[in-house]
């Protein structure tokens, strides 16, 4: 058992002390080459995570800006076209 005195187990949160002792006890079961090629392909799977993470905020970025020149061009068409309609906000329920 790890030692008590280990500040890597002694965060103050419980939980993450026993999920930290369990990620690193899972890793000392195995033989050390393994260990450090598992440990590999996990910190390359979480690297293609962020990457995929990144890409969809920028996607999303882009979105978001072509939705708003989408936006103005049918702004400047209903101004051609004839008055503002009022903005659509949904009513409150009724109160009892």
Do not use: H
Not at 16 to 27: E, M, W
Not at 35 to 60: H, Y
Not at 64 to 78: I, K, M, S, V, Y
């Amino acid at each position: 058992m790890a030692s008590t005195n280990d500040p890597r187990y002694n965060t103050g949160n419980p939980l993450c002390d026993a999920v930290r002792f369990l990620c690193d006890a899972s890793f000392a079961v195995l033989p050390r080459d393994a260990a450090r090629q598992l440990g590999e392909l996990e910190k390359n799977f979480w690297g293609g995570v962020r990457w995929f993470a990144d890409k969809n905020v920028g996607w999303i970025e882009d979105s978001l800006a072509a939705a708003d020149r989408l936006r103005e061009e049918w702004r400047r068409g209903c101004r051609t076209a004839g008055p503002e309609p009022e903005p659509m906000v949904p009513e409150p329920p009724p109160t009892l």
